[in-house]
């Protein structure tokens, strides 16, 4: 065809040109919707991700490269792709009545949605560095944003701007930790850096370098110590941008974690699992502490998101180890499938709470729920224990194989740590569960169908896939072998 | 390999040299009698007035963010001209979808009354 592009470049990454181009018709056709129709914006946003959903699922199971291997299609890239895509779709949902309750009803955080969707989907996808920059960048700057999108409330700006700045002093060391890998190696693309560092070039400044990269998506996926901006960030936000960028960048962070460090810097092991293990023990130990005092939900879960992050982060210690290597990762990608149920769960009750003003959004406000709105209440105490680890949840499952990962890679004080944190965690989701079940309150709840409808559906996924957890585990297995 | 820097080292060390010399013996040397009109921001003999962070309205902002968005555009334009014998089809089919985003931008700032000044 011609020297500079196949077919199958495009073909590669199908889905997210799909996205794009659908955002960008959304974008004029949000102009021509009149305001009280906005809805409608909505509507085509969840249409375009189901159709980018379908083309991912029918791809499924194919493997490619595009654009001078810059890109790869492959098994993990399609189970990441698709959890993105029904995170988008549950993002979508909490906020077609949120916003609209909340005043802050336009078209603009539909586009901004999909086109942070189609950022993330390029980062799962990216096997060169420029590409994870590029694609960083993209899922970040419309989440900066969708942050900011209640000017009137101060917190909200607060919350933009902090993002922004942060978020763009993190992908600074990023793009340093970029520059010194290529000066190291000569290459960005995962390959190259492979093919030089085994030939053993100088290697400290590959190290270097990987250290920055590590610093970088440290920040996106809010691992303690760069995880400062996160609670004021997800309280100022509006609480449907918080859901899905909890969800949706970590994934997207994670995704692009692994494949740099799995693929690029297999010679690195003996100095990055020690880092690993560290960052891992320490976002555990200060999420699930700093947890404890919190009074406010969204903060609750702000440190709970941080707390997870350090779960996570323990799938990837052992990732030296070609023996274990695959069942942790597996497990990782489970426990981030369990995180995105739970918490998607969790922020769609905090939704149905949340009155106008910032009011309703502390736990003394979730005092006798149960006596006012039992489906709601129980639903609530589902992804509490969920994020507990606490039979028969999701969740429970998700730890279980984590832990058990971590024991076989080596790490038993890692697991040990994780054990313990989980133990405290316990006091404050309870302290939740125990204001709604035992303390006299006259909480109201809103009834927009599809808030109910997203915490109804995890609730029931919650439970359901904790019971028969191997379809979804085999899923994520077969994902991570086709990688290496 | 490091030896090929050691010009731009010495130009470094000599450049701060001379500079720390001009400045340093004028400071040591030099007579200095402060008075107030020598503190005053401009020497020139203009007196300042108001405060120094004064309030800019915000449709500037908005002005300067279109004007670097068809800034970078027009910087795009040029390396892609140099090339574009070699690049062929493929380079126009790729200008034409750069374009074609940008103007989606354009045509949705012009109908939300971005280039408006009232």
């Known amino acids: ?484 | 390999m490091l030896i090929e820097y050691i010009a731009i080292a010495v130009l470094l060390v000599l450049s701060t040299a001379v500079a720390l010399i001009a400045v340093g013996l004028g400071t040591i040397f030099g007579p200095q009698k402060k008075s107030e009109a020598k503190s005053m921001p401009y020497e020139s003999g203009m007196s300042p007035y108001g405060e120094g962070t004064r309030r800019m309205p915000v449709r500037f902002y908005l002005i300067a963010v279109l004007f670097i968005l068809f800034d970078i555009e027009v910087v795009f334009f040029l390396p892609w001209a140099v090339v574009f014998r070699q690049l062929t089809w493929f380079g126009l089919a790729e200008m034409v979808i750069f374009i074609t985003i940008l103007l989606v931008g354009y045509f949705y700032a012009w109908k939300k009354g971005a280039l408006e000044w009232e």
Request: hydrophobic content about 55%; glycine content about 10%.
């Open chain 1, 1 to 484: 065809m011609s020297q500079y592009i196949n077919p199958s470049d495009l073909t590669t990454i199908l889905p997210a040109i799909v996205l794009t181009v659908w955002a960008c018709a959304l974008l004029v056709a949000d102009l021509f919707i009149p305001h009280e129709r906005k809805g409608w914006t909505a509507v085509l946003a969840a249409l375009g991700l189901v159709v980018s959903l379908d083309i991912t699922l029918i791809q499924a199971g194919g493997t490619s490269t595009g654009f001078k291997g810059m890109v790869t299609l492959d098994g993990f890239s399609t189970f990441l792709n698709a959890l993105l895509l029904v995170s988008g779709l549950f993002g979508v949902a909490l906020a077609y009545g949120y916003v609209r309750r909340m005043g802050l009803e336009r078209g603009e955080y539909y586009t901004l949605l999909l086109f942070s969707v189609v950022g993330m989907m390029l980062m799962v996808q990216a096997s060169d560095l420029i590409v994870v920059f590029i694609a960083l960048e993209l899922l970040s700057i419309p989440l900066y944003v969708l942050a900011a999108l209640n000017v009137r409330q101060i917190e909200s700006e607060e919350a933009g701007l902090k993002y922004f700045l942060l978020g763009s002093f993190s992908t600074g060391f990023l793009v340093y930790g970029i520059a010194l890998i290529f000066g190291a190696t000569g290459s960005t693309s995962y390959s190259g850096i492979v093919t030089a560092a085994s030939a053993g070039t100088s290697s400290l400044l590959l190290t270097i370098g990987a250290a920055l990269l590590l610093v970088g998506f440290g920040f996106k996926v809010a691992a303690v110590p760069f995880h400062m901006w996160t609670p004021d960030v997800y309280q100022g936000a509006p609480t449907s941008v918080t859901a899905f960028m909890s969800s949706g960048a970590k994934i997207a962070g994670f995704a692009a974690l692994l494949r740099v460090f799995a693929l690029a810097f297999p010679t690195l092991t003996a100095d990055l699992t020690p880092i690993l293990a560290a960052l891992a023990a320490l976002t555990m130990i200060g999420g699930n502490l700093i947890a404890v005092s919190q009074t406010n939900i969204k903060r609750l879960l702000a440190y709970s998101s941080i707390a997870h992050a350090g779960y996570i982060l323990m799938a990837f210690v052992p990732y030296g180890n070609p023996q274990v290597m695959p069942v942790s990762v597996a497990a990782g990608l489970f426990y981030l499938v369990a995180y995105a149920v739970t918490n998607f769960g969790a922020w769609g009750v905090v939704i149905a709470l949340e009155k106008q003003g910032g009011k309703g959004l502390e736990i003394s406000d979730y005092a006798g729920l149960f006596w006012k709105n039992r489906p709601l209440a129980l639903a609530m105490t589902v992804f509490m224990l969920s994020l507990i680890g606490f039979p028969p949840t999701i969740g429970m499952v998700g730890k279980f194989y984590l832990f058990r990962a971590v024991i076989d890679g080596g790490f038993v004080w890692l697991a040990i740590v994780g054990v313990v944190t989980s133990l405290i965690s316990a006091y404050y989701y309870l302290r939740v569960v125990v204001n709604m079940f035992m303390q006299e309150g006259e909480p109201q709840t809103g009834s927009e169908f599809w808030v109910n409808f997203t915490w109804g559906l995890t609730a029931l996924m919650t439970i359901i896939i904790s019971f028969v957890p191997q379809p979804l585990f085999a899923w994520a297995s077969s994902a991570v072998l086709r990688l290496f």
